[in-house]
């Protein structure tokens, strides 16, 4: 069983940058594929950025590339999701989710476990 807990949220004005932080305990971890997702008010969640288990690959949404950069150390068990240059359009609650293989995947129904997401708002 794997506990996913985020952090690093919060209010920030358009062209500023944030840190998401994925907490996971857990001591088969490290052997999971981790993927962000976000989900804006009346809107489906969708994913945003996915990392395999040994960071040699990853995946980006066309609205993240260039912008946002994920990655993980597994040593301290965490993920990190580093937003830059925000736009008002990325507000949404960001969840942090595990799939049990170690290759990474795009797809919403291949991660078994979630965390309970973190606000992030982003002023015009």
């Known amino acids: 069983q794997v506990q996913l807990v985020e952090s690093g949220g919060g209010l920030v004005q358009a062209g500023g940058s944030l840190r998401l932080s994925c907490a996971a305990s857990?001591?088969?971890?490290?052997?999971?594929?981790m993927g962000w997702f976000r989900q804006a008010p009346g809107e489906d969640r969708f994913i945003v950025a996915a990392i395999s288990q040994s960071s040699d690959s990853t995946w980006y949404s066309v609205s993240a590339r260039g912008r946002f950069i994920i990655s993980r150390d597994n040593a301290k068990n965490t993920m990190y999701l580093q937003m830059n240059s925000l736009k008002p359009e990325d507000t949404a609650v960001y969840y942090c989710?595990?799939?049990?293989?170690?290759?990474?995947?795009?797809?919403?129904?291949?991660?078994?476990?979630w965390g309970q997401g973190t606000q992030v708002t982003v002023s015009s």
């Open positions: 857990g001591r088969t971890w490290g052997n999971y594929a």
């Open positions: 989710a595990a799939r049990r293989v170690s290759e990474l995947d795009v797809r919403e129904y291949q991660y078994d476990y």
